[in-house]
């Protein structure tokens, strides 16, 4: 089978007109077909006899669905790969979150032949959404405090937004058309061997922008957060919100595919490398790692590009900054 081939068929599946909010009819649609095809795949449960992990609060019920794909070595620290598969309103949502969830069964897909040193946990995470968000009912939240007791990750990787194309509105911009392309790649900073290995997964995205910047530049703005508060090493890829965030907009017609395609191929490039990664077990400040892969982004406009922004030659995480003040305030949602 072609990596990653079911992508596009478990976005349509998931993107459904009347959408996935919790208690709602297109919610129980979207985790009875989640469940068929982790079945399908072969995962084996996380805990207990199923992929479910219920959970009540305030008198709604969820539910996070939690499976694991057993690496060779039990007692090494696991990798999590986590997405969010409920929605924020009644409508398609497909890009918040469906895509990010297809490349997560996609991902547990291609490891599930592909035996990894390290367990790999896939996690796809109820109430995520407002009014849930940072909420003790959110469900990253819940599975982290509920069943993560005693356990160490090597890292945790949560997509949320990873399907669409990247416009930002600054005249620098204009020079450098592949911008669409980018991916942002937070949280490196967490644990002070990912930055190896998030350059050498960059290095082989040939149909990607990767940029590395620190999670302090936006917030938790996905299911990092209770894992970041809890002081495991993360990685938060996104896309950034988009022109069509949280609208009935958000449908199939704003997917590229082509862009999520190679998302995963990153992804799965990030946990090969964090496999046989030796973790730090501590942070750093990756400054010369982001310029370094800065300035691979950027290509030869570099300076030009710089210098229309207003902007010194990238040396000092004062300078990456700035750089990232534009960026952010630039991004079109």
């Known amino acids: 089978m072609r990596i990653g081939a079911n992508i596009e068929k478990d976005t349509r599946a998931l993107a459904l007109d009347e959408g996935r909010r919790v208690g709602q009819p297109g919610h129980e649609v979207a985790e009875r077909y989640l469940l068929g095809r982790m079945e399908e795949i072969g995962l084996e449960p996380f ?19 939690v499976g694991r794909i057993p690496g060779r070595d039990r007692g090494l620290p696991p990798v999590l790969i986590g997405a969010h598969y409920d929605s924020v309103i009644d409508a398609p949502c497909a890009d918040d979150n469906a895509t990010a969830v297809a490349v997560a069964l996609a991902a547990a897909e291609h490891f599930s032949g592909r035996r990894l ?57 204009s020079m450098m058309p592949t911008l669409r392309r980018l991916l942002f790649v937070l949280g490196a900073e967490s644990d002070a061997a990912l930055p190896a290995a ?33 002081g495991q090493p993360f990685l938060f890829l996104s896309c950034g919100q988009g022109r069509h965030y949280h609208l009935p907009s958000d449908d199939i017609a704003w997917i590229n595919f082509d862009k999520v395609r190679h998302v995963f191929a990153f992804l799965a490039d990030l946990v090969t490398a964090i496999d046989s990664a030796e973790m730090a077990g501590e942070g750093c400040d ?39 003040a534009i960026l952010i305030d630039g991004l079109v949602g």
């Open 198 to 230: 998030v350059e050498w997964a960059g290095g082989e995205a040939r149909g990607l922008k990767v940029f590395p910047t620190l999670n302090r530049y936006v917030g938790d703005l996905s299911d990092h957060h209770a894992f970041r508060l809890g």
């Open 117 to 173: 040193e390290r367990d790999l946990v896939v996690a796809l995470f109820d109430s995520e959404e407002p009014p849930y968000f940072k909420t003790p009912a959110m469900g990253s939240t819940r599975f982290y405090e509920d069943h993560c007791a005693g356990i160490d990750f090597a890292c945790v990787l949560i997509m949320d937004l990873i399907g669409h194309d990247v416009e930002i509105k600054h005249p620098a911009a």
């Open 286 to 324: 990756p400054v010369a790692f982001e310029i370094r892969m800065l300035k691979k982004l950027i290509g030869l406009p570099y300076p030009v590009l710089l210098k229309m922004a207003g902007l010194p030659p990238l040396r000092t995480r004062e300078d990456i900054d700035g750089l990232a």
């Open 47 to 65: 805990a207990g006899a199923g992929y479910g992990l219920p959970f009540s609060r305030d008198g709604q019920d969820f539910t996070n669905l």
